[in-house]
């Protein structure tokens, strides 16, 4: 009809459609990505890196009142920082731009993050933690939205899901190696941080601007006619970054729970369980390849994503030894090392160019308060059933219904369409 205005196409029918806005093969595509995987490392660095060394951190302010206390917070406080500012940092990359904020901020982090090897204070080595995370907010958020506007289609699910994949390998490597350099004093570790300074002037060499490509893009829609300002689609974000803090907690408790599980069935080695610890965490990097090598659109693998990962966290509340235990860990791990990309790739193809920094940083905090909450619902369900793993089977319970409800949305909507007269469904 004259007049009327027909709706828009869904973001991963354009992004699919889209020629790639820069090149993906060559020297400078795979400096670029290495360069874009080692910046989403950076936040991991800052959440695991002196986790070994927070024993000697307790011994050093043993006079400080409230040590006891303040000292894991120093490891913890950059998560939090993370999700409370990620919504804040997504804003300011689609105003100021990603790629300058990205080169700043990641000089930033060298500063923040070497900050305690001048400090004496424990609160002003806190603030020096919390500011830390303040910078890791933009670092991933710009990361994770150039992902984005560099690659559309199969090559962003792949590149998604090799950011993952990094991630949790960098984990375990970070956790060793501030183990090793930790022995030669607790203030060592803080030397790393330094590693950005390396990375901030090949980023600001090898990155191209993607302000280019939307200069492109306006300008093709403005040869096609005027258009109104859209706004912000919150109602299309609200459901996938509500399944995202859901998942954020389906995802850390293997990690942040393992030792104490085994802990009550009675293992006390450190190398037994960090060697079931990284069983687990290869299996998220499986987890990653199966879902990077999947051709399929990332919402209707959901409903088995999570059953999968309700079914692995049954194993490990059943488990009354070490090797079923590992082997329940490893079905969840396998389970949520496709989970991560799957919600990832799912909020992008929501989002446009104009929206991608904002809606990022909205996942990310959805994605890292999850996190941050993790432990203390699983402390709530331990007082409340007895156990920890008591808690963990209560969480697969949750786990499973989640997965329900999913499918069965996913089977109503699609008998929707599929009653919808053919030259509706084309509309």
């Not at 500063?111 to 933690?129: C, E, H, K």
């Not at 990310?364 to 203390?376: S, T, Y």
């Amino acid at each position: 009809m004259p007049g009327s205005v027909s709706p828009p196409p869904p973001a991963s029918a354009v992004d699919d459609a889209a020629p790639p806005p820069v090149a993906v093969s060559g020297p400078a595509h795979l400096l670029r990505v290495t360069l874009l995987m080692a910046g989403s490392c950076l936040p991991i660095l800052g959440a695991v890196l002196i986790a070994p060394v927070l024993p000697k951190m307790q011994d050093h302010f043993a006079s400080t009142p409230g040590a006891k206390a303040l000292v894991p917070l120093a490891l913890t406080v950059p998560a939090l920082s993370l999700a409370l500012l990620a919504p804040f940092a997504g804003v300011i990359v689609d105003r100021l731009g990603r790629k300058r904020l990205l080169i700043v901020t990641t000089v930033l982090y060298a500063v923040f993050g070497t900050a305690p090897l001048w400090l004496d204070s424990l609160g002003a080595i806190i603030a020096s933690r919390a500011l830390v995370g303040v910078a890791e907010a933009a670092i991933m958020t710009c990361c994770t939205t150039l992902i984005g506007d560099y690659y559309s289609g199969h090559r962003r699910v792949k590149y998604l899901a090799l950011q993952t994949m990094c991630a949790s390998a960098s984990a375990t490597v970070f956790f060793v190696l501030g183990g090793a350099v930790g022995a030669a004093g607790w203030k060592v570790p803080f030397w790393l941080y330094a590693v950005s300074l390396v990375l901030a002037p090949l980023m600001a060499s090898a990155l191209p601007n993607p302000a280019a490509r939307a200069a492109i893009d306006e300008a093709a829609a403005g040869a096609s006619g005027p258009t109104a300002r859209r706004p912000f689609p919150w109602r299309r974000l609200a459901g996938i970054c509500a399944l995202t803090f859901f998942g954020a907690m389906v995802f850390y408790t293997v990690p942040v729970e393992m030792a104490y599980l085994l802990d009550d069935l009675g293992v006390e080695n450190t190398g037994v369980i960090g060697l079931a610890t990284a069983i687990a965490s290869a299996a998220t990097v499986g987890g990653a390849v199966v879902f990077a090598r999947s051709k399929r659109s990332p919402d209707p693998l959901l409903p088995g994503v999570f059953a999968l990962c309700a079914a692995g966290f049954g194993v490990m509340f059943l488990a009354g030894n070490v090797p079923l235990l590992v082997v329940g860990a490893v079905i969840n791990c396998l389970g949520t090392g496709m989970l991560l990309p799957a919600l990832l790739t799912s909020a992008m193809s929501r989002l446009a160019f104009e929206d991608r920094g904002r809606g990022t940083g909205l996942w990310m905090a959805a994605f890292f308060g999850g996190e941050f909450v993790c432990p203390l619902v699983l402390l709530a369900g331990e007082s409340a059933v007895g156990s920890l793993a008591g808690a963990v089977g209560v969480l697969g319970v949750a786990a499973a219904l989640l997965a329900a409800g999913l499918w069965t949305a996913g089977r109503r909507r699609a008998g929707t369409v599929d009653a919808q007269p053919l030259p509706e469904r084309l509309a």
